[in-house]
T-cell receptor, first 115, second 111 residues
C-alpha cells in the first residue's frame, strides 16, 4: 500500500542552524501539507502546497519557514534559523484532491530537537 | 476561533471493554469532522469521518456521530482489542486545506 515517508525520523540541531525536513508523498498525489505537534499540544497546520506554490499557510509559517518540491518526488520543509520553540514533531501529508472531505495521508513524522 | 477539544489521556482499558473518547468542537461554520489514529511508529491514518449533522461515521468497529446540538463527535467502540492501542486524534475541516486537530488521546488496551 502506498505511504508517505519522512526522513530523518529524528533530527537534533543547534539553535540558529538551518534544517531541512524531507518527505516523499504518495506518487499520484497533487496536494502536500506540513503540520507540527509540540509535545503535549495540538497538531497544528503549517502550510499547504499545490501546483508548485503555497495555497494556504498559518500564522506560524513565517519567513523562517519555506517549502519546496525540488523534484518529482520530494517535498521539503526548511527552517532557516531554528529556535528552541521549533522543537516538535513535524508531519508531512498528501492528498490526491483538494476536497475538504478527502483523506490526507500522513507520514510517521520527524522529531526535531533544537538545543 | 475554531478549535477541537479532546479528553485527556492516557485511557487504559481491559480487552473487550467499551471505549468512549470525547471530542467537542468550536467552529464558526459547518465543519466536516474526522477521527484519525496513529499506531506506534506510523503516520496518522483516517479512521472515520462525518460531513454533516447527524451523520454517523464508522470503520473497524469504531463509530462517531456528528452532533450539532452538542458540538460533539465522540468516538466509541463496543469491545476494544489490544491492537487498538494507539493515539486517536479528533479533527475538523471548515472548507480549506487545513485540518484543525485536537491534542490526541492515547489508548492503551491490556490483555
Amino acid at each position: 500500500e502506498p505511504e508517505v515517508t519522512q526522513t530523518p525520523s529524528h533530527q537534533v540541531t543547534q539553535m540558529g542552524q538551518e534544517v531541512i525536513l524531507r518527505c516523499v508523498p504518495i506518487s499520484n498525489h497533487l496536494y502536500f501539507y506540513w503540520y507540527r505537534q509540540i509535545l503535549g499540544q495540538k497538531v497544528e497546520f503549517l502550510v499547504s502546497f499545490y501546483n508548485n506554490e503555497i495555497s494556504e499557510k498559518s500564522e506560524i509559517f513565517d519567513d523562517q519557514f519555506s517549502v519546496e518540491r525540488p523534484d518529482g518526488s520530494n517535498f521539503t520543509l526548511k527552517i532557516r534559523s531554528t529556535k528552541l520553540e521549533d522543537s516538535a514533531m513535524y508531519f508531512c501529508a498528501s492528498s490526491n484532491t483538494g476536497q475538504v472531505t478527502n483523506e490526507q495521508f500522513f507520514g510517521p513524522g520527524t522529531r526535531l530537537t533544537v538545543l | 476561533g475554531n478549535s477541537v477539544t479532546q479528553m485527556e489521556g492516557p485511557v487504559t482499558l481491559s480487552e473487550e471493554a467499551f471505549l468512549t473518547i470525547n471530542c467537542t468542537y468550536t467552529a464558526t461554520g459547518y465543519p466536516s469532522l474526522f477521527w484519525y489514529v496513529q499506531y506506534p511508529g506510523e503516520g496518522l491514518q483516517l479512521l472515520l469521518k462525518a460531513t454533516k449533522a447527524d451523520d454517523k461515521g464508522s470503520n473497524k468497529g469504531f463509530e462517531a456521530t456528528y452532533r450539532k446540538e452538542t458540538t460533539s463527535f465522540h468516538l466509541e467502540k463496543g469491545s476494544v482489542q489490544v491492537s487498538d492501542s494507539a493515539v486517536y486524534f479528533c479533527a475538523l475541516n471548515l472548507g480549506t486545506y487545513k485540518y484543525i486537530f485536537g491534542t490526541g488521546t492515547r489508548l492503551k488496551v491490556l490483555a
